[in-house]
């Protein structure tokens, strides 16, 4: 028979089934018997110690003091056997013996094993009862009626509590009944054989009481442990749903990367700090990773997510002593919140020390993390408008070349200011044709007018002048960008159409592509579809990119390809500062490259920025590429491009951005208008 510790166990909240259900209710029958034999033992005592002395009334001292010595015995072994420790099956009540520790070797036996034990101990305390025919002569005494009272009673008692497991009471009241019916059977008169008679109907009677009973414990037990079970299964059910929605809780308000606040978490937290806060000065940080996207180019994005995670748990650790906010933003960008009461350190101190830490904060990065931090300090604030200050300084900070932290300050905040009133004005200023397009000419060597760059401008009604970047910048943080570049494309194909008007069509016009509009917008297609809607000829126009965005392969090589096959030049601008300039020429679709101004400025005075040029000019030779100096401001930069045979030039002192028919006006010499 296999022990019960050797049965699987049903997973919380899962259905009992039969047989393990069938355990349960074997284990609180034996638990039952044992109950009501310990209950039963004392009365039994009783009883025996009143036999002894009826039959030491009797004249039969000895025999009665040998017949319950003999039911003390077996009395005191049954209640050994009731106190047996025993392991309970799983999802049953342990009694106070089985949560005892227990080595034994009985204690290791199943329910079954104890049962019989029960079993065959009540048998033994029934043959003893049985032996009381000998204190009564074969219940032929006078005494009989006392005995025969006594065996009827005690074998009822046994039967009413012994309700649990039948075989127990069945097997303690069929020696003494038996023995009583055989006896007075034998005795020979009809008085005594009626009795005989009677004693078997009473044991019949008895037998099936028992048998009853035992059923009917079994059916409540059974109904009472389904019911146990049920309520377990609506209880983990309830914890369950419980977990899950404090699972689904914590998803909607903290990052599944990081595990810190995402941005609507952040910002619900961080509003309900801030007006807790009363009049404390609030210091509200947010730092972004430099150059994160390399991390992601040159090691893989798992490796990006690892140091994203590392750094979410560094800066979570930096700032613990703070009692901060912590979240991440997006991306690579992280935001703090905490209080500048007077016990924490100043808020230079904390971000000078993320900055010259972060280095420390990942173990899965080979080369030196490094952060820009832009902090906005202040009291009574909304959050939103904290965030905004923040990320005004940490722009900024990163302008100025990143590994360092910046505050939001008056200078700031008039920039601020001008960023948003450009945002909000973009648009209108588009469909009202306030965004236009000045030209500026590249010129031959000799003079003569080679092609034209179209340079944004923007007169805004209240700040002046937008510079091109600021446009671009709003615009792509506006959802603006294609629409943006739509509209450039509008002005450089009216402006080419207003050329050949002039019959000036073997001038091209070039336009500039950020790496942002490369990156994000399908170029070609868009560029391809204005020139066809404006009748256009694709080799009227020139596209200039930087080096970053030729290096590329991933995102701009198919686009670059599509618009070099259907004749749109591409140049490199600002040609040398990139780092891997000589890189960005291995492909086939690069027709003209721009030499920084940086490598103009002075090079009359400048021997290494002349062998430079020279290089760069023979390159250009050598691969059939055209070269142009960008960033001529004096006669002595021109007379030294000339020297070094450079075929093409641009600048201010040959001519500044001018709508172009004020350009036409002034170069209309060269043209030979």
């Not at 308000?253 to 978490?265: I, K, M, Q, S, V």
């Not at 994203?308 to 560094?314: E, I, K, P, R, Y």
């Not at 912590?326 to 209080?339: A, K, P, Q, S």
């Not at 340079?455 to 002048?465: A, C, V, Y």
Request: hydrophobic share 45%.
């Amino acid at each position: 028979m296999s022990s019960l510790s050797d049965t699987a166990s049903p997973a919380p909240g899962e259905p009992l089934a039969e047989p393990e259900l069938q355990r349960i209710v074997r284990y609180e029958q034996m638990v039952a018997v044992r109950h009501s034999v310990l209950t039963a033992i004392p009365v039994n005592l009783a009883l025996s110690v009143a036999a002894a002395w009826m039959a030491h009334y009797a004249g039969k001292t000895m025999l009665g003091l040998g017949w319950l010595g003999l039911s003390v015995v077996v009395n005191l072994l049954r209640a050994i056997v009731c106190r047996m420790p025993c392991r309970p099956p799983s999802g049953a009540v342990p009694t106070q013996a089985a949560r005892a520790p227990a080595r034994s070797w009985w204690a290791t036996r199943p329910v079954e094993w104890h049962l019989s034990a029960s079993w065959l101990f009540g048998l033994a305390s029934g043959l003893v009862w049985s032996a009381v025919a000998v204190l009564c002569e074969g219940y032929t005494s006078p005494q009989t009626i006392f005995y025969l009272t006594v065996v009827c009673g005690i074998c009822a008692g046994s039967v009413t509590h012994g309700i649990a497991y039948g075989r127990v009471p069945l097997a303690f009241i069929t020696p003494p009944l038996l023995t009583a019916a055989v006896c007075l059977g034998l005795a020979g008169d009809v008085e005594r054989r009626m009795l005989a008679l009677t004693t078997l109907l009473y044991l019949g009677a008895l037998a099936r009481s028992a048998f009853q009973s035992e059923a009917a414990f079994r059916h409540g037990s059974q109904l009472r442990n389904e019911a146990t079970a049920l309520a377990q299964r609506l209880q983990h059910a309830h914890a369950a749903s419980q977990a899950a929605a404090l699972e689904l809780q914590f998803r909607a308000t903290h990052d599944p990367l990081t595990r810190l606040l995402n941005r609507d978490g952040f910002t619900d937290a961080a509003a309900q700090r801030l007006a807790a806060a009363g009049d404390r000065e609030q210091c509200l940080l947010l730092l972004d990773l430099d150059s994160f996207k390399a991390i992601n180019d040159v090691f893989g994005h798992a490796a990006g997510d690892r140091v994203l995670q590392d750094v979410g748990h560094w800066l979570d650790g930096e700032t613990a002593p703070l009692d901060a906010l912590v979240g991440r933003w997006g991306g690579d960008e992280f935001v703090v919140l905490y209080d500048l009461c007077s016990p924490a350190p100043a808020a230079e101190a904390v971000a000078r020390g993320l900055t010259q830490r972060i280095a420390q904060a990942s173990p899965h990065h080979s080369g030196t993390l490094g952060a820009s931090v832009g902090l906005c300090v202040g009291q009574g604030l909304d959050v939103n408008d904290m965030l905004s200050f923040a990320d005004e300084a940490l722009y900024s900070a990163k302008h100025e070349g990143g590994a360092s932290f910046r505050f939001f300050d008056h200078r700031l905040q008039q920039s601020l200011r001008i960023r948003r009133d450009v945002e909000r004005d973009l648009g209108l200023a588009m469909d009202s044709g306030a965004v236009v397009l000045w030209y500026q000419p590249i010129f031959t060597a000799a003079g003569q007018l080679h092609s034209f760059e179209a340079l944004l401008r923007w007169l805004h009604p209240r700040h002046g002048w937008i510079s091109p970047e600021k446009v671009v910048h709003a615009a792509a943080a506006t959802g603006l960008a294609q629409r943006l570049l739509c509209h450039v494309l509008a002005l450089v194909c009216a402006a080419s159409r207003r050329l050949d008007a002039l019959g000036l069509g073997h001038l091209p016009l070039a336009m500039n592509i950020s790496p942002r509009e490369m990156a994000h917008l399908d170029v070609d297609v868009l560029v391809l579809d204005a020139l066809h809607a404006h009748g256009v000829s694709a080799r009227r126009l020139q596209i200039e990119i930087t080096e970053e965005v030729a290096l590329d392969a991933e995102n701009t090589q198919a686009k670059l390809a599509r618009l070099s096959a259907a004749g749109v030049a591409i140049a490199i601008d600002d040609f040398g500062v990139g780092y891997s300039s000589l890189a960005s020429l291995r492909g086939e679709h690069v027709r003209q490259v721009k030499i920084d101004r940086s490598f103009v400025f002075g090079l009359h005075e400048s021997q290494d920025n002349r062998l430079l040029v020279g290089t760069i000019l023979q390159m250009g030779r050598s691969l059939g590429i055209d070269v142009v100096a960008e960033g001529v401001e004096r006669e002595e930069e021109l007379a030294a491009l000339r020297a070094l045979h450079c075929p093409l030039m641009q600048g201010y002192h040959l001519c500044r951005p001018a709508p172009l028919d004020d350009i036409l006006q002034r170069t209309q010499m060269q043209t030979g208008a």
